[in-house]
């Protein structure tokens, strides 16, 4: 049964708690995914979390963000509300980027953002940051999607990550707080004070379900992984990684080479996208386009 | 003066602030005391700031060993390839 009906339902209540209130206002869906369905009622997010997610860990990940809302966006109500089978968690609207004019990325922000994040004591014993977990998940679904020419250099490519970049090992110690899902969807201008006029509100990061200590360099990887690829432009990648080390963030060296450092989340990345188009490209019997086909020459490249 | 060895009569010319003196007759030159260590020490300074070095390729951030080709940026800063766009926002 799909969770979207009562999930607007509970957007609604939230966005107006006075029951009753008459209301005008149009719903909107954000998202209907298998992982997460997310809608908006006024000024009010509400989130259907991933079938199976564990409340306690949920629970820690928003008290992080409720401790930290220089960085993250702070959910309304510190904790998830079970709704039919799923926990439900409640935001304010933030305005994200506009997936129309990706050139304005607002690279130094993100950066700034992961630096303070990296740099920033773990408020609550957290549970692990699950890049590595959704990388061998990505593998697992190419595995089942079927075969494909391309496949064997995207294996050959995960074969040559040490396990804990795989997650068939725990990560190395490290009680750095990671985002541990970073792209630029994860960005939104927070919502502006009520008593200042009408102004873009601060950046913030958005999604906590993957936040967790671990390797910092995790966080860094999408975009070193789009750059090592030939399809994030050098100047782009410089003012991402300059923001990160001007603000202090610990992932790379401040400077010099920042490539020992983030080689093998770039590369674990790297495999993980090159893993999910293929399987779109399966589901769709379509052939690879330029840039799909630039991720997996990478891997090929790898190994 | 007359040159030492045709005796035709020599002119005096300035070459980067050192007086020479050159025969009109056989070209021949004459130079004073210390003009040879003049004009050595001008050719010297002439040459010493070394040329700029030519303009090389741009230089690019450091990149992996099994990155990209270098400048082979696929759709260019202006005109982003749109399935690169949404791979930008994806997990």
Known sequence: ?303 | MQCPKCHAPMHTYNRNGVQIEQCSGCRGIFLDYGELEALTRVESQWTQPAPPPPAGPQAYPAAPAWGAPQGGHYGGHHRRHKSFGHMLFSS
């Open chain 1, 1 to 303: 049964m799909t969770v979207l009906p009562a999930l607007h339902t509970a957007a609604r209540a939230a966005a107006h708690p006075r029951p009753h209130h008459p209301c005008g206002c149009a719903p909107h869906t954000l998202a209907d995914r298998p992982d997460a369905t997310v809608v908006r009622h006024a000024g009010t997010v509400a989130k259907a979390h991933a079938p199976g997610t564990d409340p306690a860990a949920l629970t820690l990940r928003l008290a992080t963000a409720r401790a930290l809302p220089g960085v993250l966006l702070a959910p309304l109500r510190p904790d998830p509300l079970p709704v039919h089978d799923r926990l439900v968690t409640f935001w304010p609207y933030g305005t994200p980027v506009d997936p129309d004019t990706p050139d304005d990325a607002p690279w130094e922000a993100a950066a700034t953002l992961l630096a303070r994040l990296h740099t920033s004591p773990a408020p609550a014993p957290l549970p692990p940051m699950r890049g590595p977990a959704k990388a061998a998940r990505a593998l697992a679904r190419l595995r089942a999607a079927g075969p494909h020419p391309a496949r064997a250099p995207v294996e050959r490519a995960w074969a040559t990550l040490p396990p804990w970049a795989r997650a068939e090992a725990p990560m190395p110690p490290s009680t750095t707080v990671c985002h541990g899902d970073l792209h630029l969807g994860q960005l939104v201008r927070a919502p502006a004070a009520a008593d200042t006029p009408p102004a873009p509100g601060p950046w913030r990061l958005i999604d906590v379900d993957d936040l967790g200590t671990g390797v910092p360099a995790w966080d860094l990887a999408r975009p070193a992984a789009w750059y090592a690829c030939g399809l994030l432009p050098p100047e782009e990648w410089s003012r991402f990684l300059t923001a990160y080390r001007t603000a202090g963030g610990p992932a790379v060296p401040p400077a010099g080479d920042p490539w020992p450092a983030l080689e093998t989340a770039a590369r674990a990345l790297t495999v993980q996208t090159a893993a999910l188009t293929l399987v779109k490209a399966l589901a769709a019997g379509r052939d690879l386009d330029e840039v799909e086909q630039a991720v997996v020459d990478a891997c090929d490249r790898m190994a």
